[in-house]
């Protein structure tokens, strides 16, 4: 694709980045026929495509409308078209790009603005986000059957192991998961602790910076990312240029990072925006090496537990499971068949899905900003995930099981409590 970029964002590292995407694509249209927004609604300009056709003009210099601003926002960032697209076109930053420039010439409704800042206002702080979930589960009884779905269940907080191995990993707690489902941490870090590694606390870590980055407010989410590596930074230590080949390996401590072996992630989501910190914060100085070797930390729970010997674990009885992978887990992290794989050498039995490569509709806040599609894709994603009529349903991020279970009667849990026989 050829391009000739505005001179407002040309020569920043924005720009560069974005033409440097675009560039990569042919319009060959392959990413069409996995997205799930131009499934649902047939307009070109709601595939990635058209979307891209959209930001490319902008880019170079057309003025966006309210109309570019909704395309743009129908967009689930599931980046299922990254995982079809033969050229390698990284869409999921050129649409975060994108967004940011036309968002700061369209201004949005006050609702809109107004709902967008109570979502990063509140989501990303467990301090203010807990008590107001408390409120309503309180009320829930007493709420209608359609609100009710929407609140989860007040689950409680297990104990956790004390650290007693030598071989030990940070996990981030994250903000909206420590308030909705605290046990799968804690079941994480008791299934961990069996397999001999220690699971170690860093309180100052929080919001992994999503919320806010895909948003579009960049630089409160890069705060939070900063945050997040100054609280972790001091239980890495040592050579800070020098990233791991093996995070989550089974060959012991890292060398260089004070016997961390990796900073886990039980929610797929935030593992996604940590995999990134290296190359968000890349321009910082300040933050540039921690964050690239905090990225070459970062780990998906999956993939830190497939590699371990799973025999010392005791086993829960077997079941039926239909697992839905969430998008940031098979297209953001490229993580596929892992967590099936795990669960089969468990003994359970894991069932097919049709069209497993479709969103649940979650999708961080858009089941918020867009409750219609979002409805309407968990409405397909459950006929698909119930056809083998399974015990259950499982998943690999807090967003996804917070948006299945408003759906459906049948339990849907974290993969991690099927290993968990506490």
């Known amino acids: 694709m050829q391009t000739n970029l505005a001179d407002f964002i040309k020569d920043t590292a924005k720009g560069q980045e974005a033409d440097a995407i675009l560039r990569k694509c042919v319009h060959c249209g392959f990413c069409t026929a996995t997205c799930p927004t131009y499934q649902l609604l047939g307009d070109e300009l709601d595939g990635p495509r058209g979307r891209i056709y959209l930001i490319k003009q902008v880019l170079e210099g057309d003025a966006p409308t309210a109309r570019t601003q909704l395309h743009l926002d129908r967009c689930l960032t599931c980046r299922s078209c990254e995982t079809t697209c033969p050229s390698g076109v990284r869409y999921g930053r050129l649409v975060d790009i994108g967004r ?125 990312m900063r945050r997040n590596i100054d609280a972790w930074w001091p239980h890495i230590q040592g050579d800070d240029t020098t990233p791991p080949s093996d995070p989550g390996g089974t060959s012991g401590p890292i060398e260089g990072s004070d016997g961390i072996d990796a900073i886990v992630m039980t929610a797929s989501g935030c593992g996604a925006m940590v995999e990134e910190y290296g190359e968000l914060l890349a321009h910082d100085p300040a933050y540039a090496k921690k964050a690239e070797k905090i990225s070459a930390l970062s780990c998906d729970l999956a993939q830190l537990v497939e590699r371990q010997d799973l ?83 499982a998943t690999a991020n807090i967003g996804c099981l917070t948006q299945l279970s408003s759906g459906t009667s049948r339990p849907v849990v974290h993969w991690i409590d099927l290993l968990d026989c506490r």
């Open 311 to 393: 025999s010392a674990l005791p086993r829960r009885p077997a079941c039926r499971v239909a697992f839905h992978s969430p998008c940031t887990l098979q297209h953001a992290l490229k993580v596929r068949g892992t967590v099936e794989g795990i669960l089969t050498k468990m003994g359970h039995e894991v069932l097919p899905v049709s069209d497993a490569h479709l969103c649940c509709g979650s999708a961080g806040t858009y089941s918020i900003l867009q409750p219609e599609l979002s409805q309407r894709l968990l409405d397909n994603k459950l006929d698909a995930l119930q056809q083998t009529e399974p015990d259950l349903i």
């Open 100 to 224: 940011s420039v036309v968002d700061s010439r369209v201004r949005r409704p006050a609702l809109q603005r107004l709902l967008r800042y109570a979502l990063r206002t509140l989501i990303p702080y467990p301090r203010r986000f807990t008590p107001l979930l408390r409120i309503g589960q309180a009320l829930r009884p007493l709420t209608p059957a359609a609100l009710k779905r929407k609140i989860p269940a007040r689950a409680d907080t297990p104990p956790r192991p004390a650290p007693q191995h030598q071989r030990r990993v940070l996990m981030l707690e994250g903000c909206a998961q420590s308030a909705i489902a605290p046990q799968i941490n804690a079941s994480a870090a008791r299934v961990l602790d069996q397999l001999g590694i220690s699971v170690l606390a860093a309180p100052q870590a929080g919001c992994c910076g999503a919320v806010s980055y895909h948003l579009g407010a960049h630089d409160e989410g890069l705060d939070f």
